[in-house]
């Protein structure tokens, strides 16, 4: 069954690729992008198909205009794809606040200012699929990457709890967690600066690797975009889908580590529970 979707940032990437999947697919889409002129190749092959649209996704007022092209044009939105976004490298110390609330404004702010734009259309139609990039930095906090993985982490809270809110109104929600895609993420999309000295171990190493891994990542963005398209088409879709091996590997091994660290220390975290005439002396930590 043919679908209208909204995708944000399909200027290149996992959005592009997303967006060419969806329109070869048969669907419909409200394309947006910064500069809807590097999408005139789409209008271009698909037609009536596509709609290209200026999104600036940190402005509500544009945010609403691009959802309200959708109705405009095609008369519902099925499917609405929160992709926009970027990431750069650099240390926390050395990144300004500035740098991290541009970051945090279009990763995180962003993907909420668009949702809510949707959200009074798919509550009024009664069903709407809401994809939520985020990343496995959104699992797991890289060195380097704090503005970003901030950013993540904050998408990865915001959507669970939206899943809980509109999942009972026929509104479903999944969370996608690429790992390495071959796009121009790690390349002309993203700052790397591999900063003083002392995080050389640390920041630089992981400057130096996003450097050297791009073109090598294991993804293939085309089959991330098939992939992301399936999940729209079921019934019951996950709320959390990880795409890549190299994300499936890490996300288990850091969920392994934390469940072990929980485990080592959970004598100590349910001891702070209040119990009625304890008195001093009774916590596990102290010396008996």
Request: without cysteine; hydrophobic residues 40%; aromatic residues 8%.
């Amino acid at each position: 069954m043919s679908q209208v979707w909204l995708i944000t940032g399909t200027s290149r990437g996992l959005g592009r690729a997303l967006a060419e999947a969806v329109l070869a697919g048969g669907h419909k889409l409200v394309a947006t992008a910064r500069d809807p002129s590097q999408l005139d190749d789409l209008r271009q092959r698909y037609g009536e198909n596509v709609v290209t649209v200026a999104l600036d996704v940190t402005d509500e007022q544009s945010a609403a205009s691009a959802v309200k092209t959708a109705v405009d044009r095609f008369g519902r939105l099925d499917v609405l794809a929160n992709n926009a976004g970027y990431g750069d490298v650099g240390s926390i110390e050395d990144t300004s606040i500035a740098d991290f609330r541009a970051q945090i404004e279009t990763n995180l702010f962003g993907t909420i200012i668009v949702t809510k734009a949707a959200l009074p259309l798919m509550r009024e139609q009664g069903f709407g699929h809401i994809i939520q990039f985020s990343s496995v930095g959104g699992r797991i906090g890289p060195a380097g990457r704090a503005p970003y993985a901030a950013a993540k982490w904050g998408v990865e809270g915001f959507s669970e709890v939206l899943s809980r809110e509109v999942g009972p109104l026929g509104i479903k929600v999944t969370i996608i967690e690429p790992g390495g895609f071959r796009t121009d993420f790690a390349g002309a999309s993203t700052s790397l600066r591999e900063g003083r000295p002392e995080y050389d171990d640390t920041v630089g190493k992981m400057a130096r690797y996003q450097r050297d891994y791009n073109g090598k990542q294991p993804g293939d963005p085309l089959k991330a975009a098939a992939a992301v398209i399936y999940a729209a088409s079921l019934a019951a879709p996950p709320l959390r889908l990880l795409l890549g091996s190299d994300a499936v590997r890490g996300v288990e091994q850091n969920d392994a580590a934390r469940a072990e660290a929980h485990r080592q220390w959970r004598d100590l975290s349910v001891s702070t529970d209040f119990e009625p005439g304890a008195g001093a002396g009774s916590f596990p930590w102290e010396a008996k």
